[in-house]
């Protein structure tokens, strides 16, 4: 008799965990705090070995089936510098979290997996439990508070599928979609934002950055697609410094520049799948399983969270952005070089 999982937290990297679970017939139940669907501030583009996974666990087809499309080309601008379109080394998958997110539960409710959402989770993370509760939070890291906010537009023309627009405190990406762009943006100030629901219009057009100033002219925001989140802990952690058996954010957050969030997700779940289906078949102990879990994370994720740590600070620091975005644009090999370190 296979022992049952409890996944707390039905985000990307919970509600995938448990379809790869369910494939392999473990019993699974997947506690989500939040309903489906829902709007998540997001780049809502997956590169690198995501796809694979998405491939791997049969689900790629099922998301271009609800509308997801490819992303080839990639521009990245500064207040001083304008980049050019960059072919990216492998296509990004483009999909609104929205339907993402609902197509994923779907999925997993059709292999009988149990959700329950719209519940908190009241108990701990002992045996058999796995946290897949999102980003740890951090209200102030060296002065700074980070927040995010995403929402959807329309009538804005872009130069590449995928553009990122940095200025002094943060930076905004834009990702075509299917009949509308995704605007997605970070961004640090020294105090409190409370009223950012209301100002968030403020936030992106007037970022002084010139371009994404230009795009954003005359743009026709969806406002129920508007969504903000703060508190971000940007330093990478490691999976065995934490106590829980962790997948997804709740291990760490990549920089969210190198665009590799998602798929980071998506690995850390595939990566989860197999020690978990041994403790269930009663084949390792609970402490095994979640050290196998760790170890494997740990060894996937390591230079990336490194190097994507870097990358954040040169596109922060005025004195580097402008050459960042210069080099990328004129050495192909840089942008390969860079691509690659943060997705392998």
């Given amino acids: 008799m296979t022992k049952p999982i409890t996944i707390i937290g039905g985000g990307l990297a919970g509600i995938?965990?448990?379809?790869?679970?369910?494939?392999?017939?473990?019993?699974?139940?997947?506690?989500?705090?939040?309903?489906?669907?829902?709007h998540r501030v997001c780049g809502e583009f997956v590169s690198g070995s995501g796809r694979f996974v998405l491939a791997k666990l049969g689900l790629e087809e099922r998301l271009f089936s609800v509308g997801a499309s490819e992303a080839s080309d990639a521009a990245f601008f500064s207040?001083?510098?304008?980049?050019?379109?960059m072919p990216l080394p492998q296509p990004a998958l483009c999909l609104s979290r929205y339907v993402m997110d609902a197509t994923l539960a779907e999925e997993f409710k059709s292999l009988r997996g149990q959700l329950r959402d719209n519940e908190r989770w009241q108990g701990g993370y002992g045996e058999g439990v796995v946290r897949a509760t999102g980003r740890r939070t951090q209200s102030v890291v060296n002065g700074w508070r980070w927040f995010g906010l995403k929402v959807h537009a329309r009538k804005v023309d872009l130069a590449a599928d995928l553009e990122m627009h940095v200025f002094r405190d943060g930076y905004v990406g834009l990702c075509r979609l299917r009949g509308e762009v995704n605007v997605c943006g970070l961004f640090r100030s020294r105090t409190a934002v409370p009223d950012l629901a209301k100002r968030w219009p403020d936030w992106l057009r007037n970022?002084?950055?010139p371009e994404l100033q230009r795009r954003l002219a005359n743009a026709v925001f969806d406002p129920q697609s508007f969504c903000s989140v703060g508190g971000l802990l940007l330093e990478p952690q490691t999976a065995t410094m934490h106590p829980e058996c962790c997948v997804g954010d709740a291990i760490t957050m990549i920089a969210p520049a190198t665009g590799n969030g998602m798929s980071m997700a998506f690995e850390s779940a595939d990566l989860a799948i197999e020690p978990l289906v041994n403790y269930s078949r009663d084949e390792t102990e609970w402490p095994?399983?979640?050290?196998?879990?760790?170890?494997r994370c740990d060894r996937t994720f390591r230079r990336r969270l490194k190097w994507s740590r870097w990358l954040q600070r040169a596109l922060l620091w005025p004195a580097t952005s402008g050459v960042m975005v210069c080099l990328v644009g004129v050495r192909p090999a840089l942008w390969r070089a860079l691509f690659a370190r943060t997705r392998e």
């Fill in 16 to 38: 995938t965990l448990g379809i790869g679970l369910r494939r392999c017939d473990v019993p699974v139940t997947v506690v989500e705090a939040g309903h489906y669907p829902r």
């Fill in 288 to 295: 095994q399983a979640c050290a196998e879990v760790a170890r």
């Fill in 207 to 209: 970022s002084g950055a």
């Fill in 79 to 85: 207040r001083q510098r304008r980049g050019t379109a």
